[in-house]
Every structure is written in structure tokens, then in C-alpha cells.
């Protein structure tokens, strides 16, 4: 009876710490989901409800925006210049649970042809469409997964077929 009720207790302790992942699992899922609607729409007006007040945010290009009030900022205006009408397609996403109330989410995502700096095509500033990972650092305040970091590379197609690490 005594080795029963370990292995009960051992399953029942399982199954509310999968119960529990799955849980936050999916909470990440759907903060990042309106993360990339946000992108599709071009509006941030429901940022304030994924990411932390000092979030930072490093991106593509290695600019490095710190608060939630600059990132905001920043992301509108690019996505009101060089990335109005692009497509974004979240392609796959991972998270991987650090402790409790820290996570960390690779997002593979889609991204369409663009006119960068300013959107306008100027014949020799098309770049193609690409994969992007982004490396989202959540923190869990308040029962609430948000994003407190983010880290954008573009994939390049030509380097990642010479990935040593893929031989």
C-alpha cells in the first residue's frame, strides 16, 4: 500500500506540473499571436498587454530600444514606413521554461518583400522576403506572461545552408 501511494503521489505531481506547463504554454502562445497580429495590423495599441513597462527590444539592424514606450514607438514607425502592406507569418515557436515565472520563446516567422528605410522603392533597396527568429525573453507578473526582452535576426538562406553545427 505504502509503494502505491508513493507512485500516486509521484503521478499526481506529474500531472499537475505538465497541467501547469501546458498552462503557461499556451499563454505564451497567445501573447505571441497577438504580437504578430499587431504586425499584421500595424497598430500597438494592445503592446501594453504582452510586454513588461522595461521591456527591451533589439532589432534586426541592431538598434537597441529600451521601455515599453520607445519599443511601442519604434515598432510603429517602422511598421508605418518600410513594413506597411508586408506580410508576417508566424512559422513555428518554442518555449522553453527557465524557472517558474521565466520563459524563454523562439519565433520563427515569415517575413514579406520590403522597401527599407523609408518604403519607397529607390531601385536598389528591395530586400527579399526571409525568415526572422526572434528570441523573446517572458517574465510572469501578476499571473500574466509578458515579454521583458526581444532579439530579431534575419535568417540568411546562403549562411544557414553552411551551418557547421547542421554537418
Known sequence: MKNFQVIFSFILLMTSVFGFSQTDEKQIQSQVAQMVSDWNTHEFQNMDSYMTDDVEWVNIVGMWWKGRAEVKA????????????????????????LTK???????????????????????????????????????KKKGKWLIASGQNTVVDARAANNNPAKK
Open 74 to 97: 519604434a515598432h510603429q514607425g517602422n511598421f508605418g514606413a518600410f513594413f506597411k502592406g508586408v506580410p508576417f507569418t508566424q512559422k513555428s515557436l518554442k518555449t522553453r521554461f
Open 101 to 139: 515565472d521565466v520563459a524563454v520563446a523562439t519565433l520563427i516567422s515569415s517575413v514579406g518583400e520590403f522597401f527599407p528605410p523609408d518604403g519607397i522603392d529607390h531601385g536598389n533597396n528591395k530586400m527579399p522576403a526571409s525568415d526572422d527568429i526572434l528570441t523573446l525573453v517572458f517574465v
